[in-house]
């Protein structure tokens, strides 16, 4: 799949596409020259191509030359979700083993609010297929939904051992605590932020759903334990990478633990993509801002 395009003109004077390549977490830079009009109108954002080409390297960076491109057709056996899809993940299983989660909740003004918010078909469409970010952590369909599976997977064996910590308060907390990106992300093949996940960020909007559905179902914007449940969302992250999203510091225990193995799992998985990819012993990570040991790819 084309993930990016961008035509750009040669010093010879004539027009190539400069494109980004997708397939099963690969991402892989190529370029067509002599690009056609023809090309231009047809090679964007979001195809599905079939492609032939050689193998680079310009600038130390593996890329692609083009020799034959072409658009998928009916007959190719390929859809754009297998091309965008984390090997070996299954977003029915997922859903599955999110809704037997969700029964966890004992507390019934809880457990009412967050079926009835993933209850709503375009909300549960978009939460089951978007990725949980652009290319941080989880930046693959269906990535939202397996973030918050782990999270919450880590939530139930972690309130095992924090015997006092509130467990409906944390669990409805880490079922909806990126909620919001439903509304600040578009487009789970080829995502971008919109207007409203720019201007306002993801944990505000998903407060802001939380909202409407507590105030559909009748739920005092005082309960107690919805405030908890907000609080917890609200106060998610205070660290580096999550700045753009924080609002308060967590200030409670369950807010502790959500915000703490938000970031271990965001984490975890960018270590394990960036490893994936890695062509040698330490390789150095934006995200960490500093080389990271990867030696199975020696």
């Not at 035509?7 to 067509?32: C, F, H, Q, W």
């Not at 669990?171 to 409203?196: C, N, S």
Request: with cysteine.
């Amino acid at each position: 799949m084309i993930r990016d395009r961008e035509v750009k003109r040669a010093s010879n004077g004539t027009d190539y596409l400069n494109l980004t390549l997708e397939r099963k977490l690969e991402y892989i830079p190529a370029r067509l020259w002599d690009a056609t009009e023809q090309h231009k109108q047809a090679l964007i954002r979001r195809a599905v191509v079939k492609v032939d080409g050689v193998v680079t390297v310009y600038r130390q960076q593996k890329q692609l030359n083009i020799q034959r491109i072409r658009l998928a057709t009916d007959e190719d056996p390929v859809t754009v979700a297998e091309l965008i899809s984390k090997p070996g993940l299954s977003r029915e299983e997922l859903w599955h083993e999110l809704r037997m989660i969700i029964e966890e909740i004992q507390d019934e003004t809880l457990l009412k609010l967050v079926k009835t918010m993933l209850g709503k078909k375009e909300i549960r469409e978009r939460f089951t297929t978007i990725p949980a970010s652009k290319a941080t952590h989880h930046p693959y369909y269906a990535g939202l939904l397996e973030h918050v599976v782990e999270v919450c997977q880590s939530i139930l064996q972690l309130s095992l051992i924090y015997g006092t910590i509130n467990r409906d308060v944390v669990i409805a907390a880490a079922i909806l605590h990126d909620i919001g990106k439903v509304a600040a992300l578009h487009d789970p093949f080829a995502p971008e932020y919109t207007d409203e996940g720019e201007m306002i960020g993801h944990v505000v909007l998903g407060v802001e759903l939380i909202n409407q559905t507590a105030q559909e179902l009748g739920i005092s914007m005082d309960e107690p334990i919805l405030l908890a449940v907000k609080h917890c969302i609200l106060s998610q992250r205070e660290q580096d990478e999550g700045a753009t999203s924080f609002v308060y510091g967590p200030k409670t225990k369950e807010a502790i633990l959500l915000a703490a193995l938000d970031q271990l799992n965001g984490r975890l998985n960018s270590f394990e993509l960036m490893a994936s990819h890695a062509e040698e012993r330490w390789t150095y990570s934006p995200l960490f801002k500093r080389k990271m040991f990867t030696p199975d790819n020696d």
